[in-house]
């Protein structure tokens, strides 16, 4: 009886889990791997290395880009779907020990402020938002940035969801916003699994939002995958 229940409940988590958006699922992961010991560390490292594997030779390239400060310099304008595709990559692909590689990252992601104010960028068309809360979740839980920066990229995320959770609701009100972003914004390392398994976090992606369920599962692949990458890759090297 009790085996049972655990594998219903399993199957509520990853039910919940594939209609997260690729923010929301890196977020959690990070907040699952803080809850780990040691031990199991390790072995989830040594998966990991197993699966990376098998992508090095296709990411190689790509891989020397992503932890090269003086190409990463050239990645400033983040207004540009381009240019943060890019820095999505290398981010996925930056080393975790590389500082300098991430000092020059966190000058560019810090610039938010006045692009959103000044450049009246707009956080709700769909692959914008996706893309920055992706690039924000992912920088603010790297461990090539230091602690420091850590929580000022934290903060520009906090801002970026705010402003999503304004627009999403007055665009769609009653519905609790639209993307999850609403859910995102509670998830943390201390987040308590069964709070999340409910009705309206299952549904929260109303019929009449912008975007889908099936955009939420796709974009981290498709943003960082091996035929993105290969694109980028060819891209800079004919430029």
Not at 10 to 23: M, P
Not at 73 to 79: A, K, P, R, V
Request: proline letters at 3%; one cysteine or more; glycine letters at 6%.
């Amino acid at each position: 009886m009790v085996e049972n229940r655990c594998s219903v409940q399993r199957e509520g988590v990853y039910r919940w889990f594939s209609i997260l958006n690729s923010a929301q699922r890196a977020e959690f992961i990070c907040g699952l791997l803080d809850l780990c010991v040691p031990i199991e560390l390790r072995f989830l490292g040594s998966c990991l290395e197993d699966l990376a594997r098998k992508d090095y030779h296709s990411l190689r390239d790509a891989e020397i880009k992503a932890n090269n400060p003086a190409d990463l310099s050239n990645l400033t304008n983040i207004t540009d779907e381009v240019v943060r595709s890019k820095l999505l990559i290398s981010l996925a692909l930056l080393s975790s020990d590389n500082r300098e590689a991430a000092g020059v990252l966190f000058r560019t992601l810090t610039h938010i402020d006045s692009i959103i104010n000044n450049y009246g960028l707009q956080l709700n068309d769909g692959q914008t938002d996706e893309q920055f809360l992706l690039l924000f979740t992912m920088a603010s839980n790297h461990p090539a940035f230091s602690f420091h920066q850590k929580q000022v990229l934290r903060q520009e995320l906090t801002q970026i969801q705010e402003i999503l959770q304004v627009t999403c609701g007055e665009q769609q009100p009653g519905t609790g916003g639209c993307d999850g972003t609403g859910a995102l914004a509670t998830l943390s390392p201390a987040t308590n699994i069964p709070t999340y398994i409910t009705a309206p976090t299952l549904d929260s992606c109303q019929v009449g939002c912008p975007c889908s369920h099936k955009w939420h599962i796709c974009l981290l692949s498709s943003t960082i995958g091996v035929l993105n990458i290969h694109s980028y890759t060819l891209s800079v090297d004919s430029a």
